[in-house]
C-alpha cells in the first residue's frame, strides 16, 4: 500500500467538533512551523525537551520534506487550520517505529493527539510495524496519559527525568472497547444540537399552507417546543404565527438546529450559510438532489462541524419534557415513551409511528434518515444507549454504511434493550426497489441475516410483524425457553394455536400428570390439559383466571398463549374471559399473551389491572412468532459474548508476501493455481489432503505411485486457470488404482480438454467420511462472511449452508456448525460416529483469520472438507484474489 492510498477523513472529537485527517505533505510547512511557533515555551519544552525555535523549524522540515520510507506523518485541521500533528520514523533494523505528537495549545484536552494516534497507529500496522516507542520527560504527564488511555499495551521505562515507552499496536478487545467509549462520548456530544436543540430556525416554510417547511413549522409549534424558534422568509415577517428573518446571519440567536425544507438547486448555499452562522446541526427534509448538489451539502456539513440528518427524510422528533420538539411533516405529533425509532423511509416512518401510538408506546426519540448522509442507524443506538430514556430501539434499515461497526454497536446495546428492525431488501425485486429509493443497494439476505443473528438484533419480515414482537417485549417478561402451553375456551382454535407455534420453533409439550391433575380439579367437566388446554366453552372467569395463573408459575413451560373465541354460553352468564388475563391476576414470571380472533386489531396492548399490559392478538400465528422472537432475544442473553480464538501457528505475514507476489503477477486479481492455494492455507494451518502437482502422463504416474495409501488408489483433478466446478465440468477421475488407469485417466483428460490443461493434480483417495463445505466470501460493504454447510455435490443442489460475518468468535463458530439442517450428522446420528467438532471448530476460525488478516480474499471454498472421527481434511480448495486495500470498520471517522 502507497502513502497516496488513504484519502483525508473527517472525524469526531471528544467534545463533538469535526476535524479533517490526512497525510502532510509539502505544502504543509509553513502550518506546522505556525503550529510550533504559537506553543508556549512550556509546551515547547515537552515536545523538543528544548524551548529552541531552531527544532521547531527542523520539526517543520521533517513533516514537509520528500516522502521517504518509513516515515508518515498526519495531521488534523479544523476550518482549515492545521490543529494537530503526529508523525513516525520506523526503524530500519526493526517492527517499530518512533512516534511524536504535537497539538496546538488551545486545542489541549479535547482528544486531538487520541485520535491521530489511532489513524496513525491503523497506518503503521499496515506498513508492517508493531509497536511505537515514544520518549517523554517524565513531567510530560498529558503525553504519558494518552499513551496510557489508547487501550494498547503500554510499558514505561524511567531514565533520569525522561521515561521511554512503548506501545504495542496489536487491536485487542480492550483496545476496541476504549475506541468504543471513546466514540459514543463523542457521537453523543455532536448529536446533541440534532436531537436536544435549544433553539430551532425552519428554512423554507411558505406563508401559504400545504408546504412541507409549513407543515414543520406549526407541528414544531403546536407541540410546544421548549426552546426558541425563528423561520427564514425573505420577505414576511412571520409565518405560521412564528417571528422570521430574511436570513440565518440576521437571527437574533445562532441556531442548534436548522431544519432545511427548500428546493434541492438551493440546498447547498442554505448549507453554507448555515455552517458560516454557526449552526450546530441541520435536518435538510428537501429531496431529489443531484451528485453535485449532494456533494456540497456534505462538504459545507463537514467544514463547518455540522451533523446531518436527511435529506429526502421525514424529519425527527424528541418528546422529552425539557425539549418536546416534533420537527417533522407527519399527521400527528408522537406520544411521549421509551421507544427510540429510526427509519430510512418516510412513510414506514408514519406506519411505526401510528402502530406504536396505536398500542399505546409511546416513542423517546424519532428520526428519519432519509438517504442517509451523515446520521446513520448506528449513531441512533449509541444515543439511545446513553440517554437515560430510552429502553426499545426499532430500525428500518435499507442499507448499511458500516455494518460491521453497527454490529459492534448492536451486540452492546442489545445487552440493555431489545433491537428490533425490518428485514428490508431480502428479495432481488427488494432490492432493486431500495436502491432506486435510497441510492444505495441492499445485500445478499445471508449475509444480512448473519449480521442481525450475531449482533443480537430481532429481525422481523413485515412492519406488523416488527409491532407483533415490539408489543410483547414491551409488555412481558421474556420466555426461558420455547416451551408453549396453549389454553383456549375452543379445541379447534387450541390446535391451530399448537399448529403455528411448532411451525415458529416452538414447542407444546405434553404437562405433567400432577400439573394435570391440579388444572383438571379447577376446570369445568370435559376438560382436557394434556396441552392444548382445553377448558370447553363453560368455563367461567375465576377458573380461567385459575388456570393460566398456575401455568405461569409453573416450570414446565415457558409461557402461556390463551385463546379466546366468542361463545353463547359466555354471553348468557355476563362472564368476560379477556377479564380473566387482565384483571385479578399478579404479575407472573412468565410471559402470558392472548389470541382473540375476533378482534379487530393485529395486536393491542390491553392494560392490566394494577399495572402493566398484556398483549392481545388476533392471529395465532402472529403471537407464535412474537413469542418465537422473545425466546431467541432470551437465549442469545444467556449466553455468553464469546471471543475470538488465540492462533498461535498463524504466519500472517508470510501470508501477505503470498498475496502480494501473486497480484503483482496478476493485477487485476486472479484464482490461485493449486500451489500457490496450497502454500496460502498452509499459512493458516489449514489441513489439506496431500497432492502432487503433474504436467504430463509420466508424472502422474511416479505422483501416484509416490501418494497412493495402502490400498494404492488415486484421484486425479484436470486443472487451467480460472476452472472452478470440476465435477460439473467431468474433469477428474477417482478411484485410479494402477498405472494404466492413471494413464488412460490422462489422456482422457488431455484429450477432452487440450491445450487448456496446464496439469492436473493427484492425491490418494480419501478415507469415508462425512463432506462438508466451508469457505469465505468477502462483502464489498459487510466484510468477510464464512460459509459451512454441507459438502460435495449436493452443495448447490441441497443449499444446506449458514453464514457468519467474521471475525468469528467462538459462539459464532458453535452456532455455524449447529445451524444447518445437516448438523445432526456431525454429532453422530443414526449410530454414525460423531466426527471431531475440535478440528472443524479450529477450521472455521482459521478461515475467519485468513479472511481478516487478507481483504484481497475475495472467495475461498473447501469443497469438498472431509469430517471424521480423529480430524478434519479440505480435499479440495479454490482461493481467489483481487487487489483491495486493507479496510479498519472500527477506525473512527465520519461517513
Request: glycine share 8%; with cysteine; charged share 25%.
Amino acid at each position: 500500500m502507497t502513502d497516496t492510498d488513504r484519502p483525508p477523513v473527517h472525524a469526531l472529537l471528544t467534545d463533538g467538533t469535526t476535524v479533517r485527517i490526512r497525510r502532510a505533505g509539502p505544502d504543509d510547512h509553513d502550518q506546522v512551523l505556525h503550529l510550533y511557533e504559537q506553543m508556549s515555551d512550556a509546551n515547547l519544552r515537552l515536545r523538543f525537551f528544548s524551548v529552541s525555535r531552531t527544532s521547531a523549524r527542523q520539526g517543520a522540515d521533517r513533516v514537509a520534506g520528500p516522502r521517504r520510507p518509513g516515515y508518515r506523518a498526519l495531521v488534523a485541521e479544523h476550518d482549515g487550520r492545521l490543529v494537530g500533528l503526529a508523525e513516525y520514523e520506523a526503524d530500519p533494523h526493526g517492527p517499530t517505529a518512533d512516534v511524536a505528537l504535537a497539538v496546538a495549545d488551545d486545542w489541549h484536552h479535547r482528544g486531538v493527539a487520541t485520535l491521530l494516534l489511532e489513524h496513525l497507529a491503523d497506518a503503521a500496522r499496515d506498513a508492517g510495524v508493531s509497536a511505537f516507542t515514544a520518549d517523554a520527560l517524565a513531567e510530560n504527564h498529558e503525553v504519558l496519559k494518552v499513551f496510557h488511555d489508547l487501550g494498547l499495551r503500554v510499558t514505561r521505562r524511567y531514565d533520569g527525568p525522561e521515561v521511554h515507552c512503548v506501545v504495542q499496536l496489536t487491536e485487542d478487545e480492550d483496545y476496541l472497547r476504549a475506541v468504543d467509549a471513546r466514540g459514543r462520548l463523542a457521537d453523543a456530544v455532536s448529536l446533541r444540537p440534532l436531537l436536544r436543540p435549544r433553539c430551532v430556525v425552519v428554512i423554507g416554510a411558505g406563508r401559504r399552507p400545504g408546504s412541507v417547511g409549513r407543515a414543520i413549522l406549526r407541528n414544531i409549534r403546536t407541540e410546544s417546543f421548549t426552546g426558541r424558534l425563528f423561520a427564514v422568509h425573505p420577505q414576511a415577517g412571520s409565518v405560521a404565527g412564528v417571528r422570521a428573518f430574511p436570513s440565518v446571519a440576521a437571527l437574533p440567536r445562532v441556531p442548534d438546529l436548522a431544519v432545511v425544507a427548500v428546493p434541492a438547486a438551493a440546498v447547498p448555499e442554505v448549507a453554507e450559510e448555515c455552517g458560516r452562522a454557526g449552526v450546530g446541526a441541520l435536518l435538510v427534509v428537501s429531496a431529489g438532489l443531484d451528485a453535485r448538489q449532494a456533494g456540497a451539502l456534505l462538504a459545507a456539513c463537514r467544514r463547518y462541524g455540522m451533523r446531518l440528518a436527511g435529506p429526502n427524510c421525514l424529519g425527527l422528533a424528541n418528546t422529552e419534557d425539557g425539549i418536546r420538539l416534533d420537527a417533522t411533516f407527519a399527521a400527528r405529533h408522537p406520544g411521549s415513551g421509551t421507544a427510540g425509532v429510526a427509519v430510512q423511509s418516510g412513510g414506514v416512518g408514519i406506519a411505526l409511528l401510528d402502530g406504536l401510538a396505536r398500542l399505546g408506546i409511546g416513542v423517546s426519540t424519532f428520526v428519519s434518515l432519509g438517504d442517509k448522509y451523515d446520521v446513520s442507524g448506528n449513531d441512533l443506538l449509541q444515543w439511545w444507549e446513553g440517554d437515560g430514556r430510552t429502553d426499545l430501539a426499532l430500525l428500518h434499515l435499507e442499507s448499511f454504511g458500516n455494518p460491521r461497526a453497527f454490529s459492534r454497536t448492536a451486540r452492546r446495546v442489545a445487552r440493555t434493550m431489545p433491537v428490533l428492525t425490518v428485514d428490508a431488501g431480502r428479495s432481488e425485486a427488494g432490492r432493486r426497489a431500495a436502491a432506486s429509493h435510497t441510492a444505495a443497494a441492499a445485500t445478499r439476505t445471508m449475509t444480512r441475516q448473519a449480521l442481525f443473528t450475531q449482533a443480537g438484533v430481532t429481525a422481523t419480515r413485515t412492519i406488523g410483524e416488527l409491532l407483533d414482537a415490539a408489543a410483547l417485549l414491551h409488555s412481558q417478561p421474556l420466555p426461558a425457553g420455547t416451551r408453549v402451553a396453549v389454553v383456549t375456551n375452543a379445541g379447534g382454535a387450541g390446535v391451530l394455536a399448537a399448529d403455528a407455534c411448532a411451525d415458529a420453533g416452538l414447542a407444546v409439550p405434553p404437562l405433567p400428570a400432577r400439573l394435570v391433575d391440579e388444572l383438571l380439579r379447577s376446570l369445568p367437566e370435559g376438560a382436557g390439559a394434556a396441552n392444548p388446554v382445553d377448558t370447553t366453552a363453560a368455563v367461567g372467569e375465576e377458573a380461567l383466571r385459575a388456570c393460566v395463573d398456575r401455568l405461569a408459575r409453573h416450570g414446565a413451560v415457558d409461557a402461556v398463549l390463551v385463546v379466546l373465541v366468542p361463545t353463547a354460553v359466555a354471553a348468557a352468564t355476563g362472564e368476560d374471559l379477556v377479564r380473566a388475563l387482565t384483571e385479578g391476576r399478579e404479575a407472573a414470571p412468565r410471559p402470558v399473551v392472548a389470541v382473540l380472533p375476533a378482534q379487530a386489531a393485529r395486536v393491542e396492548l390491553p392494560a392490566v389491572e394494577g399495572g402493566g399490559r398484556m398483549p392481545a392478538y388476533s392471529d395465532a400465528e402472529d403471537a407464535a412468532r412474537a413469542l418465537a422472537h422473545a425466546a431467541e432475544r432470551a437465549r442469545w442473553l444467556a449466553e455468553l459474548p464469546g471471543s475470538v480464538a488465540e492462533l498461535d501457528d498463524v504466519d500472517s505475514a508470510r501470508a501477505r508476501t503470498v498475496v502480494a507476489s501473486f497480484l503483482a503477477e496478476h493485477p487485476e486479481g486472479a484464482w490461485l493455481d493449486p500451489r500457490t492455494t496450497a502454500e496460502l492455507l498452509d499459512c493458516y494451518g489449514v489441513p489439506q489432503l496431500p497432492w502432487a502437482w503433474a504436467r504430463n502422463e509420466d508424472e502422474a504416474v511416479a505422483a501416484a505411485r509416490r501418494l497412493a495409501g495402502a490400498d494404492g488408489r488415486v484421484v486425479m483433478k484436470a486443472y487451467w486457470p480460472g476452472l472452478v466446478h470440476k465435477s460439473e465440468q467431468h474433469a477428474l477421475h477417482l478411484d485410479l488404482q494402477n498405472a494404466s488407469q492413471v494413464r488412460a485417466a490422462h489422456r482422457d483428460l488431455v484429450t477432452r480438454f487440450g491445450d487448456r490443461m496446464t496439469g492436473v493434480v493427484v492425491q490418494p483417495l480419501a478415507e469415508r467420511g462425512t463432506e462438508l463445505f466451508a469457505g469465505v466470501v468477502q462483502d464489498e460493504v459487510f466484510g468477510p462472511l464464512v460459509v459451512f454447510g454441507l459438502g460435495g455435490t449436493a452443495t448447490e443442489l441441497l443449499a444446506d449452508h449458514a453464514g457468519r460475518l467474521a471475525p468469528l468468535t467462538d459462539r459464532d463458530v458453535r452456532e455455524l456448525i449447529t445451524s444447518p439442517r445437516c448438523s445432526p450428522l456431525l454429532f453422530g446420528y443414526a449410530g454414525t460416529p460423531a466426527v471431531d467438532l475440535e478440528a472443524l471448530e479450529q477450521l472455521l476460525h482459521r478461515l475467519s483469520r485468513m479472511a481478516c488478516d487478507l481483504p484481497q480474499l475475495a472467495e475461498a471454498d473447501l469443497n469438498p472438507v472431509l469430517a471424521g472421527r480423529t480430524g478434519i481434511t479440505a480435499l479440495d480448495a479454490r482461493v481467489r484474489l483481487v487487489p483491495r486495500l486493507p479496510h479498519d470498520p472500527y477506525l473512527r471517522r465520519l461517513r
